[in-house]
C-alpha cells in the first residue's frame, strides 16, 4: 500500500474509534427523524418542487436580485457591501470593528463565517469573538472544526463535552449533565452577549424585495445577537437569496425536516434590518427601548466563487444548497466518519465537494471526494434535488485532468477531451476499465481465478493497485452469460406478447451468471420472448472513478448496441440496480436526449418488470413458490442503493410475497460494499463497518434463520463476506427450473 493511502486508511480508523460512535448516533438519529418527519408533511414533493423552482429562478436571476437587495436594505436605512472574496469579506468587517471600537463581537452560528475565518481576522484587530451557539462554543473552546452542517460538535459526546467544560472554566461545581452544561454556557455566553460591542450573523435565506433576513436556529442566541449589541453584521453568500418574502415558505417548511428531523426549528426569525427589538437587561430582566435609528446593519453579500460557479454548468447546482445536512445524514459513509474525515476547509457530506471546488479550490474537494461511491440514496433525500453525486463525478472528472485552480476556462468550460488522461491514478484507470479486466478473466477461466489468488498477486495487487488483500477477489465464469444463451438448446416462447432483451451487466455475464440464467428461464415461463446480445458494459464501472469521457464512450456503445432490439419494440430487463440507475439518470447527460428518452423509457427493473406481467394477466403459478422450496420459506432481504433511489424496492418485496414468502425487510440503508470502494486498501476499513450494520440486523433472533437474498452486486459480495449463510439474488427464488 503507498504512504498516501496508508495514512488516509489509518486517519479513517482514528476518526471511527475516536469519534464514530457517536457521529453515528447523531447523523442516524437526525436520518431517522427526517423520515418521520417528512411523512407527516402534506404534499412533500410538492414543496421540493417549488423550492426547487424557487433557486433556479433566483440563481439565474441573482446578478439582478443582489441590486434589489441593495437597493431594499439601504431604503431600510442598512448598508449592503458586496465582497469579491474572503479577503475583500473580512477586510470589511475588520474595518467596521475597528471604526466602532469593538473590543467584544458575538456570532451566532454561520458556516460562511467559518468559510472566510472571520474569527481569527477580528482577533488580529484585537477583538474578542465569542461563539453563541453551544455546538460552536464547544468547538471553540475545544479549538475544532465543525464536522457537520447543522450540528457542528456532532462528534463530541456529553462526557466529553463536561470533560472539557471542568477542565477549561473550572467551575465551582463539577458539571455532567446535558442541564448544566447548557445551563453553564448559557449564563456564561449570556454575559459576553450583554457586553458585545457587535453580533455577527449569517443568514439561511435572504429577500430581495424586503431586504429580510431569516434566520432557522434551534437556540435563541441569535436573537440576542442581533438584537443587543448595537451594530448588527450579517454575511451571507450570494446564493441565500431568493426573490420575494412569500419565498421563504416551503424552505421553512423543509429545511428543520431535513437537516434535523423536527417540523420546525425552536426560532425561525426574520428581520428586516436596522431592527428595533425592545431588548433585555441582563441584571434585571426588564425591557430596554431600543430605538432602530440608533441602530446600525451591515449585510455583507460574499461572492467568493459563487458567481464563477454559477456561470459553470457543472458546478451551479450545488448554489440551490440550503445547507440543511440531509445528504451527509444519509450518507452511510458519513454516518462513519463525520465531516473530519468526509470534509474540507468548511463544507462536510455529499454537496461539500461542490463547495469546496467551488470557494476553496479543487486541492480541497480532493482530498475527500472519493468517499463519495455515487449510491445516490442523498438525492431524494435533498430537498432542493440536487444531483449531487454527479457534482462529485464531475469534480472527481476534473481531478484526474489535473486542473489548475487557478485556470477560470477550466471552471467554466469544464473540459471534455476523447480520451481520459495519460497521467491517471493507476488505481481509478484499473477499476475504470473492469470490462477488459472482465473478458479476460472468464477468457483465460479458471487459470485466471487460481492466479489471482496467489499470495504473490495479492501483494502486488495491493502494493501497486491499492487492492486490499482482506477482500476476496470475483470469480470469473469461463461461460459468460451471453455464451450461455447463444449455446443453449430449449424451447423459446412462440407468438409471445411481449419481448424483452435481458441486459448482460459485467457482473451478471462473467461472475454472477446464475442469476441470468434464473432472470432468462423465469422471463420465459411468463411468456416472454428474450434476447440477450452481446452488449458493451453501462459504465458505471468508469463514472465511478471519475472517468466521464470513458463513461460517454461507453453509453453511445451501449446505445448502439441496443438500438435494433429497441426499434423492433424490445423491452430491456436491467437486472443490476446501479446500470439501470444509469439508463434512467446518468445516461440524461451522457447522451443525446432522443437516444437517451427511448432508452430510459424501455428499461426497467427485472422485478418491476415481472410485477408488470403479473399486472397484466401473466400467472403466478408459472414461478416457483416458497410452498415448493419447504423450509426456506422466510427471506431476510436488502434492497440495493439505487433500487431504493428509484423506488423500486416494493417490487420485489411483491412479487416474493405473492410466491408466498415471508419477507423481512433490512432498514439498513447501505451495504457499504459501493462496487470498487470496498476493494481500496485506504476505504476497507471503512466500508466495513458500514456493512456490519446490515450483518447485525441479519444476526438478530428474527433473521438467523432466513434464507439472505440482496438485489445488487455490491450488497451480496459484501454480505457474503460477512454472514456464514451464503445470500442469493431473489431471482434464484422464482426461478421454475431451479
Not at 282 to 288: G, K, L, Q, V
Not at 305 to 314: A, K, L, P, S
Not at 372 to 392: E, F, L
Not at 689 to 703: I, K, S, W, Y
Request: aromatic share 8%; glycine share 6%; net charge negative.
Amino acid at each position: 500500500m503507498s504512504s498516501e493511502r496508508s495514512q488516509k486508511a489509518e486517519r479513517i480508523r482514528h476518526i471511527m474509534e475516536t469519534e464514530g460512535d457517536s457521529v453515528e448516533r447523531n447523523a442516524r438519529g437526525f436520518n431517522e427523524g427526517r423520515y418521520e418527519s417528512v411523512d407527516r408533511l402534506e404534499d412533500y414533493d410538492a414543496y421540493k418542487d417549488r423550492a426547487r423552482a424557487i433557486k433556479e429562478d433566483a440563481i439565474e436571476n441573482l446578478p439582478s436580485l443582489i441590486e434589489q437587495v441593495r437597493e431594499t436594505v439601504e431604503a431600510n436605512g442598512g448598508t449592503v457591501y458586496l465582497a469579491d472574496d474572503a479577503a475583500d469579506a473580512n477586510r470589511y468587517v475588520r474595518e467596521l470593528a475597528r471604526e466602532r471600537e469593538a473590543e467584544t463581537v458575538v456570532k451566532s452560528k454561520s458556516m460562511t463565517t467559518e468559510e472566510i475565518d472571520l474569527n481569527e481576522h477580528l482577533e488580529t484587530e484585537g477583538c474578542e469573538v465569542w461563539e453563541t451557539d453551544l455546538g460552536e462554543f464547544v468547538l471553540q473552546v475545544a479549538d475544532e472544526a465543525p464536522s457537520h452542517l447543522v450540528a457542528p460538535a456532532i462528534h463530541q459526546s456529553r462526557e466529553e463535552i463536561a470533560h472539557l467544560f471542568n477542565e477549561q472554566f473550572d467551575p465551582a461545581e463539577k458539571l455532567e449533565t446535558a442541564e448544566e452544561l447548557t445551563a453553564f454556557a448559557r449564563e456564561y455566553l449570556g454575559e459576553r452577549i450583554q457586553d458585545a460591542d457587535i453580533g455577527v450573523t449569517g443568514a439561511n435565506f435572504v429577500t430581495a424585495d424586503t431586504g429580510t433576513i431569516a434566520l432557522v436556529t434551534s437556540e435563541g442566541n441569535a436573537r440576542k445577537s442581533i438584537a443587543v449589541p448595537d451594530t448588527h453584521v450579517a454575511v451571507a453568500g450570494v446564493e441565500k437569496i431568493v426573490p420575494t418574502f412569500e419565498d421563504l415558505q416551503p424552505f421553512v417548511e423543509l429545511i428543520a425536516r431535513s437537516g434535523t428531523g423536527q417540523d420546525i426549528t425552536s426560532y425561525v426569525s426574520l428581520f428586516s434590518p436596522p431592527v428595533d427589538t425592545p431588548t433585555v437587561n441582563f441584571d434585571s430582566d426588564e425591557p430596554i427601548d431600543s430605538d432602530a435609528s440608533d441602530r446600525d446593519f451591515h449585510l455583507v453579500l460574499l461572492d467568493n466563487g459563487r458567481m464563477d460557479m454559477r456561470d459553470d454548468d457543472q458546478l451551479r447546482e450545488t448554489l440551490y444548497c440550503i445547507r440543511c445536512s440531509a445528504c451527509a445524514n444519509s450518507c452511510a459513509n458519513f454516518q462513519s466518519v463525520g465531516g473530519h474525515v468526509f470534509g474540507g476547509e468548511t463544507y462536510s457530506g455529499g454537496i461539500a465537494t461542490g463547495w469546496e471546488a467551488g470557494v476553496h479550490g479543487q486541492e480541497s474537494a480532493d482530498e475527500f471526494n472519493d468517499l463519495c461511491t455515487g449510491c445516490s440514496r442523498c438525492v431524494n433525500q435533498c430537498p432542493v434535488k440536487i444531483d449531487i453525486p454527479w457534482i462529485n463525478t464531475v469534480v472527481r472528472d476534473r481531478r484526474n485532468r489535473g486542473a489548475d485552480d487557478g485556470d477560470l476556462d477550466f471552471l467554466v468550460e469544464g473540459l471534455t477531451p476523447d480520451e481520459e488522461p495519460a497521467g491517471l491514478d493507476l488505481q481509478k484507470r484499473f477499476f475504470g476499465n473492469f470490462e477488459t479486466l472482465a473478458k479476460l478473466g472468464s477468457t483465460t477461466a479458471p487459470v485466471s481465478n487460481w492466479f489471482a489468488g496467489t499470495p504473490p498477486s495479492r501483494y502486488l495487487m495491493e502494493r501497486v493497485l491499492g487492492i486490499d488483500s482482506r477482500r476476496e477477489l470475483p470469480t470469473f465464469e469461463r461461460e459468460t452469460l451471453v455464451e450461455w444463451f447463444r449455446n443453449r438448446d430449449e424451447p423459446r416462447p412462440v407468438d409471445a406478447e411481449y419481448h424483452a432483451v435481458v441486459y448482460p451487466d459485467l457482473y451478471t455475464n462473467h461472475v454472477r451468471t446464475e442469476r441470468g440464467k434464473a432472470a432468462v428461464r423465469t422471463l420465459e415461463a411468463l411468456g416472454v420472448a428474450v434476447e440477450v446480445p452481446d452488449v458493451a458494459s453501462s459504465g458505471r464501472a468508469p463514472l465511478s472513478q471519475g472517468m466521464i469521457a470513458t463513461a460517454e464512450e461507453h453509453a453511445r456503445e451501449v446505445r448502439d448496441d441496443l438500438d435494433a432490439h429497441i426499434d423492433a419494440g424490445y423491452d430491456v430487463v436491467v437486472i443490476e440496480p446501479s446500470d439501470l440507475a444509469m439508463f434512467r439518470g446518468e445516461y440524461e447527460r451522457l447522451l443525446e436526449e432522443d437516444r437517451y428518452e427511448s432508452l430510459a423509457e424501455r428499461s426497467y427493473e427485472l422485478f418491476e418488470y415481472i410485477f408488470g406481467l403479473f399486472e397484466n394477466g401473466a400467472s403466478a403459478e408459472a414461478l416457483r413458490d416458497a410452498e415448493s422450496i419447504g423450509a426456506s420459506t422466510d427471506v431476510a432481504y436488502h434492497s440495493h442503493c439505487q433500487q431504493r433511489t428509484l423506488e423500486l424496492e416494493t417490487y420485489t418485496t411483491t412479487v416474493l410475497e405473492r410466491q408466498g414468502f415471508d419477507v423481512l425487510t433490512s432498514d439498513v440503508e447501505c451495504c457499504g460494499m459501493a462496487g470498487s470502494f470496498g476493494y481500496k486498501s485506504e476505504y476497507y476499513d471503512l466500508s466495513v463497518d458500514v456493512g456490519e450494520r446490515l450483518q447485525a440486523q441479519f444476526e438478530m433472533p428474527d433473521a438467523t434463520n432466513r434464507t439472505v437474498v440482496a438485489s445488487g452486486t455490491s450488497c451480496l459480495e459484501q454480505l457474503d463476506s460477512m454472514l456464514t449463510r451464503q445470500p442469493r439474488h431473489p431471482i434464484t427464488l422464482v426461478d421454475p427450473k431451479r
